[in-house]
């Protein structure tokens, strides 16, 4: 069955401070991995989109890495700010339709003044 | 990229009621969704809106309780029927563009 477990569920760090957050994931077949970030009572906006050859990918002070081979990803917040307080979902794709997709329960992350 | 509107936002809903959500997209598109996600959990997608023929429904999913129409490339709408509390969810539209995933920004149903 795929697959895809998300840590820590929730995370609490102060304003400006780094955090890592992970996923890993038993899908297949594999296609991509995205990460989307989801504001309370709003549509998820994409992160990050990495296909099996990608290793690292940044958009901002977002950034994603994926291990194909363990099927581990994470992403990373550097200098966090009030504003990234969200969930954080890992999503894996078996294809490009948008119809064969794996979410992770996602991580809910506070960010602190 | 696409623009995705979503109507209405937000609405309490009376137990046994039906309302529907409707999907706008800025531009042509093949594949559209719908997914639910119930409060705390992440998305389940309930059905693919197919243009011109009846909707792929998932797993646990029925065209009584969730009848979608796709009348053309940029538009759909999904119905929730007969309302329970247990139907109280966000209900988004997403579509495919490209290698890129766009959703709405969600109608949060709440069923009282």
């Known amino acids: 069955k795929n697959q895809v477990e998300q840590s820590p569920q929730s995370l609490i760090i102060l304003e400006g401070k780094n955090c890592t957050l992970q996923?890993?994931?038993?899908?297949?077949?594999?296609?991509?991995l995205r990460w989307y970030k989801q504001d309370t009572g709003r549509g998820p906006v994409s992160l990050t989109i990495?296909?099996?050859?990608?290793n690292t990918k940044s958009n901002g002070r977002y950034t994603a890495t994926l291990d194909a081979d363990t099927k581990q990803s994470s992403l990373h917040i550097t200098a966090s700010q009030l504003s990234d307080s969200a969930s954080y979902i890992c999503?894996?794709?078996?294809?490009?339709?948008?119809?064969?997709?794996?979410f992770g329960g996602g991580t809910r992350l506070m960010v602190k003044p | 990229s696409a623009v995705i509107s979503q109507k209405p936002s937000r609405d309490i809903c009376q137990r046994g009621t039906s309302l529907t959500i409707q999907c706008q997209v800025d531009?042509?598109?093949?594949?559209m969704f719908w997914y639910r996600q119930q409060p705390g959990q992440s998305l389940t997608l309930i059905a693919t809106?197919?243009?011109?023929?009846?909707?792929?429904?998932e797993s646990g999913f029925v065209i009584d309780k969730f009848p979608i129409s796709r009348p053309n490339l940029t538009f759909s709408t999904l119905t929730v029927s007969n309302m329970s509390p247990e139907d109280s969810s966000i209900y988004l539209c997403?579509?495919?563009?490209?290698?890129?995933?766009?959703f709405g920004e969600g109608s949060w149903l709440t069923v009282v």
């Open positions: 809106a197919n243009q011109g023929s009846e909707a792929t429904y």
């Open positions: 996923c890993n994931y038993t899908v297949s077949p594999f296609s991509n």
């Open positions: 997403s579509v495919g563009m490209g290698n890129t995933i766009y």
């Open positions: 990495m296909t099996f050859s990608e």
């Open positions: 531009s042509q598109v093949t594949m």
């Open positions: 999503v894996v794709s078996a294809n490009n339709a948008g119809n064969m997709l794996t």
